[in-house]
């Protein structure tokens, strides 16, 4: 079993920064991604970004260039820094760890969200 549990999240005017954080506990040895999903009322979830345990990174088209993503392996800990937040960001993030189990076989976990509001 694997935690997670966010915080960071908040009201922002377009243009400002907010840091997400995302802890991690539990079985982590085998977690292979951890990363953010998003989903805005009425929308379906979409990857925002994630990052591998060897630390490749990517994005969603949306996002590059305006958010980063990072882990602190001693913290077992990932942020997500959202720079020049736009109103379209506006959502209720989750974060993700997915992991590897035995056959090949994978498991998401989720986080239980923290929300982003961006006022324009």
């Known amino acids: 079993q694997v935690q997670l549990v966010e915080s960071g999240g908040g009201l922002v005017q377009a243009g400002g920064s907010l840091r997400l954080s995302c802890a991690a506990s539990?079985?982590?040895?085998?977690?292979?991604?951890m990363g953010w999903y998003r989903q805005a009322p009425g929308k379906q979830r979409e990857l925002v970004s994630r990052?591998?345990?060897?630390?490749?990174?990517n994005y969603a088209d949306s996002v590059k260039g305006r958010f980063t993503i990072s882990r602190d392996n001693a913290k077992n800990t990932v942020y997500l820094q959202m720079n020049s937040l736009k109103p379209e960001d506006t959502a209720l993030y989750y974060c993700?760890?997915?992991?590897?189990?035995?056959?090949?076989?994978?498991?998401?976990?989720w986080g239980q969200g923290t929300q982003v509001t961006v006022s324009s």
């Open positions: 539990g079985s982590l040895f085998s977690i292979d991604y």
């Open positions: 990052i591998t345990s060897g630390g490749s990174t």
């Open positions: 993700n760890a997915l992991a590897l189990l035995p056959g090949l076989k994978t498991y998401n976990y």
